[in-house]
């Protein structure tokens, strides 16, 4: 047997595995070396400058991005480091906004954590940058510049992970910031509200707009009935923020908590996720037997919905229509199926509590009103509620198990493991799998999908057919699968899409984990709550049943449609009808032309296309004949300039061309 | 393709000079343009004609007369536009148009020369007649700089006629890997961009790498304010760059070059533009350059002029089309560089440095200079001296000859030269730092700078004389640092900002003793804490001005009172 190769770490040997870089092996001698800026998922950074260690011989080296190599003798500790580690947090702290005690972050902030693990004592910097306007346009996610440290976690998160890239670094030295592109604000750019850069962010620079307040209102006032819902991916993390370990199902903590603190009637939104297991899984088979819009595309995830309505309009016809489970929940409540009678639908205020900060925006959403007001009225994060029952003094850990409200609190497992990556999947498989065979089978057989990637392809067999199902969470490995679509390298009939990796558990709106594994955690703890119920099987749920016997009809009725079911519209940025930088409003015009003035059409001559055709007109007196818009960007910069004269695109344009095109579309 | 070999072009040039009777040529380095060359050259051209004679302005056919050329820098930048006149070597000064017709006639027609426009030391008043009677050039050591303002930079045909691209041919052709990398390890030669590190080795790194493409970078991107060295032979030389990146190339088995210059250089990167031009339609890039088996391209790409974009990961993020942020290191870029390949960064004049030592052999390269640091080094000369301009000096020159010889002596603010007034000498831009009196001795290398606490860096030499606050330099660098700051790490970007407050505090009243302590601290922090060179750097002019000048620190913040009377708040009265 080979001898291990070993370094010393602060007098200690400690053998060199597999591991990426010195700070991995220095964390694994159980030394908690700081830093800010080192995620494992993510590219190096080498910007914090807080796991800088001694190396004999080779002087202060930043051991994240070192690599491990036999011999190296380290020093995590000496009198230089320690008054380093502190001069660097006095300076984040110098200019950083401290108001601590008011801070959404205050008391779980990594920086007022370390500050105080460093025994940094006082600052003796002063406050030199100017205070910077707070970003609140986004109705999910708030940006506080005067909090951030710059780490660019949450940058490397957006762009290496998700693949989204709505933030980046923009402007140098003491401007250096976060921001959206070309100084828009957050609603303005490329954001879906997945969250995940909130997760990230060590301190409270990102976070999700709190809904507290108002849901407190609603709570304390007589004349409303306060409906709650709670997403599975709650029940396996919440407790986490009243120190118990990732996974814990606290299910029955949690309905006791919200009738304490005033809910009139407590869902479970697994019951919705059972209905849209149905739901969907009857639209699938429905496809399948047309053979259109294959594959199906899961649509419960509102992050990836705004997603796929920026980037991939393609496809939207592709998407499932049925609502996500909340909101299907919600107009059901809201219409007809009132919780009490005598309950008025105008009274009722439905809250959900997800791990989604995207569904903050997802309610306002137009298609989301069908009633009485939106559907969902307020959103709550996993944190927001445990911010809340804080605020009653609930001792949580102490409270007993209460169960949920009837008819929409009876779940089978398959509505639970939607929260897992895969989950809905699993659940569909199980529902189609019966109804194709006419047989029962075993839950578990669909268990095999569980492995935890990211991009996972299954082969099942329903009936005569062999399907290919694929699961990708993160919008990043989205990207991934649709562009070997595109390619035509693979074909599927169903993909299951969720924005965050490992899909609602790690949503933007849980509790920033602080264990190791802790996805695998938490997926774990919601398969455990599968096998821990009675029923595994949407279509044994009894309510789910009745509620289709009494209400609905049957999967995919009218009833169904208005009230389970939904649209798209894409918003890709750039079209031809869209972004108008000016307008020549002619009544009669029979023809309309858009010229594009972005940057490098313009560059390449579209101004002097744009008065050539103006002259052209005037002189030929039909100036009214035709409408001219100039447009922003069309995104064919290397192709331009480019110009639309009726229906006809044309690229890389001359006036001559213009003046042809413009004389026959004329004629 | 029919390829006139160098040594056709090289004779075809002997031969179409031979009945040039004088040649005058205007030199079209920044500077002088700046101050009306290019209306003098074409009031050569014009005079010439009037006085009945014949104008050459190319020897690309054989032809009698006067031949009327531009070239790179001539250095002496304070007195430009200068125009020499060959074979005298008698050079101009400050030329205006209306001196035009009074030297044609004088110096070419005639064999006179016009007193009024040579150059006169000063104190004395002598004229001095020719390029070798001047202390500022006669006191130099010409190696790199020696063609720079002599040849036609626009003129590919001069540069092969003066001997260009003969170390290329036999790089490709007869030497191996192995033997250029070796000759470079043994001719010593550092790297010019500021670290210093040896050039040989750093090529052989990159040769034993596994990878299928390799590149050559030049690294044209001099930001430092004061230092101009890249920026003359890009304009005055830039074929011996490209001679220095083929030669490269071949060493480390790259086939693709990237010149990254300065955007706002706007003439160093017109003049590289053409030279790679013309190198690639001479057949000196492209396949299978000289006959042998070697395929090198050049393109050129224009920086936007951030100075952390010489850091060389930086530059290579801009040329990826990222932002210009460094990367930590390891990897370095030899060994994973632009798009993940194994990438050589040299800078200009590292990389022109080449073909000089092919040309005079790596131990007559070695014996200029000192045992660690081989060869010449260039300065931007500036400040409160009587000769500015760019000068090449071998490494072990003190300065005090720099000062005294070169420079012509220090001068009071109004302009006269007075010795006593000497104070110090910032060296090495931005991020170098301040030597003094104490120092003047101090043959200057890589290692006996960094060990008072500057550095060679990009070549910036600013003499300050006995009016200067050494605390206000230390203040106007930091600021530029806090400026140009990328901003990435915490400590590079933070420190700055709070160095410049803390010496914003010194100089307008606001500090104590205890401010001192904390600026030295911060400052040391900075140095061993940032990420990349420009932080490491940055807190030098604090750090070297505290250790050389702390007196007139503690003067400011003791007595509030500015020995130099500069600054405003601690003027008596304010």
């Known amino acids: 047997m080979s001898k291990r190769k070993m370094l010393m770490v602060d007098h200690i040997p400690v053998p060199i595995g597999d591991e990426r870089n010195l700070l991995e092996v220095i964390r694994k001698a159980n030394i908690e070396l700081p830093t800010f800026c080192?995620?494992?998922?993510?590219?190096?950074?080498?910007?914090?400058?807080?796991?800088?260690?001694?190396?004999?011989?080779?002087?202060?080296?930043?051991?994240?991005?070192?690599?491990?190599?036999?011999?190296?003798?380290?020093?995590?500790?000496?009198?230089?480091?320690?008054?380093?580690?502190?001069?660097?947090?006095?300076?984040?702290?110098?200019?950083?906004?401290?108001?601590?005690?008011?801070?959404?972050?205050?008391?779980?902030?990594?920086?007022?954590?370390?500050?105080?693990?460093?025994?940094?004592?006082?600052?003796?910097?002063?406050?030199?940058?100017?205070?910077?306007?707070?970003?609140?346009?986004?109705?999910?996610?708030?940006?506080?510049?005067?909090?951030?440290?710059?780490?660019?976690?949450?940058?490397?998160?957006?762009?290496?992970?998700?693949?989204?890239?709505?933030?980046d670094f923009a402007y140098s030295g003491s401007e250096f910031a976060v921001a959206p592109c070309f100084g828009k604000n957050m609603a303005q750019g490329e954001c879906v509200a997945c969250g995940q850069c909130s997760l990230v962010c060590p301190t409270g620079a990102l976070y999700a707009r709190p809904s507290i307040n108002e849901v407190w209102a609603a709570l304390h006032d007589p004349a409303k009935t306060v409906v709650a819902q709670i997403d599975p991916a709650v029940r396996i993390a919440l407790g986490e923020d009243f120190n118990l370990a990732a996974g814990t199902i606290a299910t029955g903590q949690i309905v006791s908590a919200l009738r304490r603190m005033g809910f009139d009637f407590v869902y479970d939104t697994a019951f919705a996720a059972d209905l849209m297991t149905i739901e969907l899984g009857e639209e699938f088979l429905e496809r399948l037997e047309k053979g259109e819009r294959l594959p199906i595309i899961t649509s419960c995830c509102p992050a990836w919905v705004t997603f796929a309505e920026q980037h991939y309009p393609e496809y939207l016809d592709n998407l499932s229509t049925c609502r996500s489970p909340h909101q299907m929940l919600g107009a059901l409540v809201k219409n007809k199926v009132t919780p009490a009678k005598g309950v008025k639908p105008e009274d009722i205020v439905v809250v959900s509590i997800m791990p989604c900060i995207a569904k903050k925006g997802e309610v306002l959403r137009p298609e989301f009103s069908t009633g009485y007001g939106r559907d969902v009225d307020y959103v709550l994060t996993t944190l927001g509620l445990s911010l809340m029952i804080k605020e009653a003094g609930l001792n949580f850990n102490q409270l007993g198990q209460d169960s949920f409200d009837m008819p929409f609190g009876f779940i089978t497992g398959a509505g639970v493991i939607h929260g897992n990556s895969g989950g809905v999947t699993e659940a569909v498989a199980r529902?189609?799998?019966?109804?194709?065979s006419e047989k029962r089978s075993d839950y578990y057989v669909y268990s095999n999908m569980r492995n935890g990637a990211e991009l996972r392809e299954i082969k099942v067999t329903l009936g005569k057919n062999k399907l290919n199902l694929a699961v990708a969470s993160g919008l990043g490995s989205v990207k991934k699968l649709i562009k070997k679509m595109k390619k035509?390298?693979?074909?599927?009939?169903?993909?299951?899409?969720?924005?965050?990796?490992?899909?609602?558990?790690n949503g933007g709106g849980q509790p920033p984990g602080k264990e190791k594994n802790i996805k695998a955690k938490r997926s774990a703890g919601l398969y455990d709550n599968d096998k821990m119920l009675q029923l595994h099987k949407s279509r044994e749920n009894p309510y789910i049943a009745d509620l289709y016997e009494r209400f609905l009809e049957k999967p995919g009725s009218q009833i169904a449609r208005k009230l389970l079911h939904t649209h798209y519209q894409s918003k890709k940025r750039v079209y031809f009808d869209m972004n108008n930088l000016a307008r020549q409003e002619s009544k009669q015009a029979k023809l309309e032309l858009s010229i594009c003035f972005g940057t490098s059409c313009l560059v390449k001559g579209a101004q002097g296309i744009y008065s050539g055709i103006n002259q052209y007109l005037n002189e030929n007196k039909s100036l009214d004949k035709v409408q001219i818009n100039t447009t922003f960007c069309y995104e064919k910069c290397s192709r331009g300039p480019v110009i639309r004269i009726g229906e006809e695109v044309i690229e890389a344009c001359t006036l001559e061309i213009a003046l042809e095109e413009i004389g026959r579309q004329l004629k | 393709m029919n390829q006139v070999s160098i040594e056709d072009r090289k004779n075809t040039y002997e031969k179409n000079s031979k009945k040039i009777i004088k040649r005058v040529i205007i030199c079209a380095g920044t500077g002088c343009v700046a101050n009306g060359a290019l209306g003098v050259y074409k009031e050569f051209l014009k005079e010439i004609k009037k006085s009945g004679q014949q104008v050459v302005v190319s020897l690309e056919a054989e032809a009698e007369g006067y031949l009327v050329s531009q070239s790179g820098c001539q250095r002496f930048c304070q007195k430009g536009p200068l125009v020499t006149i060959f074979p005298e070597r008698i050079v101009y000064c400050l030329v205006k148009n209306e001196d035009v017709a009074e030297i044609v006639e004088k110096s070419l027609v005639s064999n006179d020369v016009v007193n009024r426009l040579l150059y006169k030391k000063p104190g004395y008043g002598t004229a001095c007649r020719t390029i070798d009677d001047i202390p500022f050039y006669n006191?130099?050591?010409?190696?790199?700089?020696e063609q720079c303002g002599y040849i036609d930079p626009e003129d590919i045909n001069e540069y092969i006629a003066c001997g260009g691209y003969e170390a290329a041919q036999k790089a490709c052709t007869k030497l191996t890997d192995l033997e250029i990398c070796r000759l470079i390890q043994d001719s010593g030669l550092r790297g010019r961009g500021g670290a210093g590190f040896p050039t040989g080795e750093k090529w052989n790194i990159a040769r034993i790498q596994f990878a299928g493409r390799k590149y050559i970078i030049c690294n044209g991107d001099e930001g430092d304010p004061g230092a101009f060295i890249d920026r003359s032979i890009m304009e005055g030389n830039?074929?011996?760059?490209?001679?220095?990146?083929?030669?490269?190339?071949?060493?480390?088995?790259?086939?693709?070059?990237?010149?990254?210059?300065?955007?706002?250089?706007?003439?160093?990167?017109?003049?590289?533009?053409?030279?790679?031009?013309?190198?690639?339609?001479?057949?000196?890039?492209?396949?299978?350059?000289?006959?042998?088996?070697?395929?090198?391209t050049i393109i050129v790409v224009e920086g936007a002029g951030a100075f952390v974009c010489g850091e060389e990961t930086a530059l290579i993020a801009t040329i990826e089309g990222k932002r210009g942020m460094p990367q930590p290191k390891p990897p370095f870029p030899v060994q994973e560089g632009l798009f993940g390949k194994p990438t050589v960064i040299n800078n200009a004049e590292t990389l022109s440095f080449i073909p000089v030592i092919f040309k005079i052999g790596a131990e007559a390269f070695r014996n200029i200079g000192t045992v660690s640091s081989s060869g010449t080094i260039s300065f931007g000369l500036t400040g409160h001296v009587a000769n500015t301009g760019l000068i090449e000096v071998p490494f072990g020159t003190t300065l005090r000859h720099i000062v005294n010889e070169i420079a012509g002596g220090v001068v009071a603010d109004d302009g006269t030269v007075c010795g006593i007034n000497f104070k110090a000498v910032q060296i090495g831009g931005p991020s170098g730092g301040c030597l003094t009196q104490e120092h003047l001795d101090l043959p200057i290398d890589y290692d006996s700078l960094k060990e008072v606490g500057a550095m060679v860096g990009s070549g910036g030499l600013v003499v300050l004389n006995k009016s200067t606050c050494m605390v206000e330099i230390a203040q106007f660098f930091m600021r530029f640092a806090r400026k140009e700051s990328c901003g990435k790490c915490v400590v590079c970007r933070e420190g700055t900002i709070q160095m410049l407050a803390l010496l914003t505090d010194i100089v307008e009243g606001r500090a104590n003793l205890k401010t001192l302590d904390l600026l030295e601290e911060l400052a040391n922090i900075v140095q061993v804490g940032s990420l990349c060179g420009l932080g490491k750097t940055a807190p030098n002019p604090v750090l070297s001005t505290l250790r050389y000048f702390r007196d007139e620190y503690i003067e400011h913040v003791v007595n509030k009172r500015c020995p130099a009377g500069k600054c405003a708040a601690l003027q008596i009265g304010a």
């Open chain 1, 38 to 167: 080192y995620h494992s998922e993510m590219s190096i950074y080498g910007a914090c400058r807080l796991c800088l260690v001694e190396i004999e011989g080779r002087g202060l080296q930043p051991a994240c991005s070192t690599l491990p190599e036999e011999g190296l003798v380290i020093s995590t500790n000496t009198q230089q480091i320690r008054a380093m580690r502190r001069m660097i947090l006095e300076l984040m702290l110098a200019n950083h906004q401290g108001d601590c005690p008011t801070c959404v972050k205050g008391g779980d902030c990594q920086l007022q954590q370390l500050a105080h693990r460093m025994g940094v004592a006082k600052i003796r910097f002063s406050r030199v940058k100017e205070r910077l306007r707070i970003d609140a346009s986004s109705p999910a996610i708030i940006h506080d510049p005067n909090k951030c440290i710059l780490c660019g976690d949450c940058v490397r998160t957006c762009n290496e992970i998700q693949g989204v890239g709505a933030i």
């Open chain 1, 488 to 505: 035509g390298q693979a074909h599927y009939d169903f993909i299951e899409v969720k924005a965050c990796p490992g899909g609602c558990i």
């Open chain 1, 431 to 436: 529902y189609v799998s019966e109804k194709v």
């Open chain 2, 139 to 145: 006191r130099q050591y010409r190696l790199l700089l």
């Open chain 2, 238 to 296: 830039p074929h011996s760059v490209i001679e220095g990146m083929i030669i490269a190339a071949k060493a480390v088995g790259a086939d693709y070059g990237i010149i990254y210059v300065r955007k706002v250089y706007s003439l160093a990167v017109k003049r590289t533009r053409k030279a790679v031009l013309d190198a690639a339609e001479a057949g000196i890039l492209g396949k299978n350059i000289f006959g042998s088996n070697i395929n090198f």
